[in-house]
């Protein structure tokens, strides 16, 4: 399995491209990742996977998203981007994932992280903007890979995604990228709807032959002002989808990522670990895309003229968020304890930074639910590959012990 994928990467991407993946992302990403580990021992928590979402807008309207895709739109611009990943920089940074709303909806997307070439940049995208010119333009930058959305088959995309035709246009935007040789992830959020279609060995033969190299199977999470938690998988759907995943681990010529679980089928949450925080569009700090609270923002403000490391290092608000869901739970602490999450935002007058202004409501009326944290059905790793990189670059580094 490992050579046909390795056979894969050699003759289906650009070689260049593969170089770039490899030096930036495996080398310096593996380098920040042991960096982090290393504060973490000193107490210092600055994420090394920042998540930057650039841009509020978007095409589509999907079922149960916290962002507010349809409000006036607000984008991070050139400058306060430059800022942002000079700084991430200093403190040895050089993986950086670009969400949104639609971020080939910002107008300078590309021009952005071509400035920095020695960095790596994932963009979550629904693939509608990406024409064979945009395709080509990654290849020529390099340091970038899309990571393609698609949510069920024709008739449950236009249905989870507000509009007719979804598919049809997310998978051209997958083929003009495999057709330039760009290294192309495909993500679903997996949900009631279409577990049983793209949660099956025959999608992932499908991704194989169009030439994806990657995919990440997220679960679908009730937030926002329209949660639907109707979606929702239930606990038996969820370890199927944790099965799922280290079968194909095992068998499979493409890489699987998750960010829920280290080798050993412990889960854990990303921002506890400390290994990413968010960025949202206004510029606000948040610890995770879905805690929309915050008290710390990239931008310098009146009376708050800290740099960016500074800030991670002494915001009482993401420390206390980090500890008390550590304390709480392995999973997500927002779906099992809002009521903890809630008491966190009001100890520290933490801002609610959606432009709806309700998310503080929206918390209040979440009924708690289990979430990746299944104690006594820990499932883990088939692939040794897999199990080794886990367990020196992505485990919870300690901090449930604590
Ligand atoms: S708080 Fe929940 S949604 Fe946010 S990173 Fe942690 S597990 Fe994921």
Redesign the pocket.
């Known amino acids: 399995m490992m050579l046909k994928m390795a056979k894969r990467m050699l003759f289906e991407a650009d070689k260049r491209l593969l170089w770039k993946l490899a030096w930036n992302m495996g080398v310096k990403g593996g380098l920040s990742v042991l960096r982090h580990k290393s504060r973490l021992k000193r107490g210092q928590v600055f994420p090394p996977f920042l998540y930057v979402s650039i841009i509020n807008s978007c095409n589509l309207r999907c079922q149960g998203c916290w962002v507010d895709v349809a409000h006036k739109q607000h984008t991070i611009d050139p400058p306060a981007f430059r800022k942002l990943v000079r700084e991430a920089k200093q403190m040895g940074n050089i993986f950086f994932g670009i969400v949104g709303g639609e971020p080939f909806m910002h107008p300078h997307l590309l021009d952005m992280l071509a400035e920095f070439p020695e960095c790596y940049f994932q963009i979550f995208t629904n693939g509608h903007f990406i024409t064979d010119e945009r395709a080509k333009r990654m290849r020529e930058l390099g340091n970038v890979t899309p990571l393609i959305s698609v949510e069920g088959s024709e008739i449950i995309s236009d249905e989870r995604r507000g509009r007719a035709g979804v598919l049809s246009k997310t998978l051209q935007g997958v083929q003009n990228c495999v057709r330039n040789k760009v290294f192309t992830g495909v993500c679903t959020s997996l949900c009631r709807t279409n577990i049983d279609d793209l949660l099956t060995e025959k999608w992932v033969d499908r991704l194989i032959e169009m030439g994806v190299m990657y995919t990440w199977f997220h679960v679908y ?1 009730p937030m926002g002002p329209n949660p639907n938690p109707e979606l929702c998988l239930t606990p038996e759907q969820a370890r199927r989808a944790r099965e799922f995943v280290v079968e194909m681990r095992a068998k499979k010529p493409i890489v699987i990522v998750d ?2 679980y280290d080798g050993e089928g412990n889960a854990l ?4 670990t400390g290994i ?1 925080h968010h960025i949202n569009p206004w510029g606000d700090i948040e ?5 929309q609270f915050s008290k710390e923002s990239i931008h310098s403000t009146k009376g708050d003229g800290r740099t960016l490391r500074e800030k991670f290092l002494t915001s009482a608000y993401l420390k206390d968020f980090r500890e008390t ?1 550590a304390e709480a739970t392995r ?5 099992e304890r809002p009521d903890l999450l809630k008491a966190v935002v009001e100890r520290h007058a933490a801002k609610d930074v959606t432009a709806r202004r309700t998310a503080l409501a929206e918390l209040s009326a979440l009924t708690p639910r289990g ?2 944290h299944n104690p006594g059905n820990e499932v883990p790793e088939k692939n040794p590959l897999y199990r080794f990189a886990k367990r020196i670059f992505f485990s919870d580094f300690g901090v449930y012990r604590k």
Request: with cysteine; charged share 5%.
């Open positions: 999470r960010a829920y949450c990303p921002a506890v990413s610890p995770c895309p879905i805690v869901a999973g997500c602490i927002v779906l979430s990746q």
